[in-house]
């Protein structure tokens, strides 16, 4: 009778064999956590090359004539799924599942090191965090030039927020001197452009000292004006901090509207010759149009992390609608404050009486439609997440005369986008995706309110 066991134990001796014989020639990746950000790290064979392709839900990384022991594995972080390793075609693939998405210019930064100490190789270190957005340095390549508007004289209120005693939110970067800081931009931009530019302060001073009277200053510039620009940085507690991140631009209407979240929009001086494919591919954010290219595994891989933790920056749809009133920036304050005559004198513009424009709905809807303008032109130039346009009763665009919104940059207090907002670069791809944003709504809103 032959031995049951015996085979057993054969069979497995040959299977242990065969996987000697095709032994995987990369380890799995190691992973590591940071605040607000995952960490992958590599190892790598002397003389390993590799691809890496950004793919909407996930991040593909080929390295040729390299083996992987075929592996899923779920790793439940914030800014990560989890990982494939499987092998193709004489490669061996690993792909990265990320709940916030990665493009060619977002969601995740590669480096590659030298080996660990008394190893051979090297090592590629990919960081995932959904505030990941461009910072290489922006190449204009023309001027913004009205046609419709053509010969029209407009003007523009930049107002920094913040400013004295207030130096607004903290963190990697103090809103005062930031707002101030891109405003100058800005309004550089729109200058060239011909548009007529005030600025509510100009240096780090606040226009009063009287929080009331120094926001009622602010608005009161709007008068007449073609459009107010409120520009801010957000911020969390610790406690969110390392959660929450992304652009969005608020705006004044007095009935519900729910936030709303435009696509990017390249502005025209910045937009490649046709022949130029890789500048910007809007598709890239999409998973579901790049992922049927994919290899087999990734629709797999992305069932089974399907069940996952869901996007750590602001989710839309889902949040703020209860958030952005009184404690987080400038509280409402009413018209009626205590301004001294000698006061207002110096200051050369007077808080406004009250004019109810406040209420009007064709100033809510140009507030909104240049919301949507500046956010869509700032998510083109930076790439970065899409926080929506929101209504919030802020006293500045409230009470402003004309069409008016309030930007957040970003969130001073997220570990990554804290540090891109002290970056120029960044700050340059911001402002030129507000003036953009605020000259095409120029441009297409000839007959104003
Ligand atoms: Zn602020």
Not at 185 to 197: D, F, I, K, P, Y
Not at 230 to 255: C, D, L, M, Q
Not at 272 to 286: A, D, H, L, R
């Amino acid at each position: 009778m032959r031995n049951p066991v015996r085979i057993i134990v054969g069979g497995l001796i040959l299977a242990q064999l065969a996987g000697l014989a095709h032994a995987a020639s990369l380890t799995e990746p190691r992973v590591g956590k940071l605040a607000g950000i995952s960490r992958i790290v590599l190892d790598l064979p002397t003389g390993a090359g590799f691809e890496i392709e950004p793919m909407g839900a996930a991040l593909r990384v080929t390295l040729p004539g390299q083996s992987f022991s075929a592996k899923v594995k779920k790793i439940n972080q914030p800014e990560l799924s989890g990982f494939t390793l499987e092998n193709g075609s004489g490669n061996a693939i690993l792909t990265l599942v990320t709940p916030q998405g990665v493009s060619s210019r977002s969601g995740y930064r590669e480096t590659r090191l030298a080996a660990a100490e008394g190893k051979k190789g090297s090592r590629l270190m990919l960081d995932f965090s959904g505030a990941y957005a461009d910072v290489t340095p922006l190449k204009p390549t023309g001027a913004f030039a009205f046609q419709k508007a053509i010969g029209t004289q407009f003007t523009a209120v930049i107002d920094p927020g913040h400013g004295g005693k207030d130096p607004g939110a903290r963190g990697a970067v103090t809103e005062e001197p930031l707002n101030l800081e891109v405003s100058k931009r800005v309004m550089a931009q729109l200058q060239s452009a011909g548009v007529e530019v005030r600025l509510t302060r100009s240096n780090s001073g606040a226009l009063s000292n009287d929080k009331a009277l120094d926001l009622a200053s602010r608005a009161a510039q709007s008068r007449g004006k073609s459009v107010f620009v409120s520009i801010h940085a957000n911020a969390r507690p610790a406690k969110n901090a390392n959660k929450t991140f992304g652009t969005e631009v608020y705006f004044f209407s007095p009935t519900r509207v729910p936030n709303a979240y435009p696509s990017p929009s390249v502005p025209e001086p910045l937009r490649p010759p046709v022949t130029e494919s890789n500048f910007f591919k809007p598709g890239e954010i999409n998973a579901s149009e790049s992922i049927g290219a994919g290899i087999e595994k990734l629709g797999e891989a992305l069932q089974l992390f399907e069940g996952s933790p869901q996007p750590v920056g602001p989710v839309p749809n889902a949040q703020i609608l209860t958030e952005p009133n009184a404690s987080r920036n400038e509280p409402a304050v009413t018209n009626d404050s205590n301004t001294s005559p000698a006061e207002a004198d110096q200051l050369g513009y007077l808080p406004l009486e009250p004019t109810k424009l406040a209420n009007s709905p064709e100033r809510s809807l140009a507030s909104q439609q240049l919301a949507s303008s500046v956010l869509s032109n700032m998510l083109g130039t930076t790439a970065s997440f899409n926080g929506g346009t929101r209504n919030a009763d802020y006293y500045v665009i409230k009470e402003s005369e004309c069409p008016a919104i309030l930007v957040e940059m970003g969130y001073v207090t997220h570990p990554v986008e804290g540090v891109q907002l002290k970056d120029s670069n960044y700050l340059d791809r911001i402002a030129y995706g507000i003036s953009y944003g605020v000259l095409e709504y120029l441009e297409n809103s000839l007959d104003g309110i």
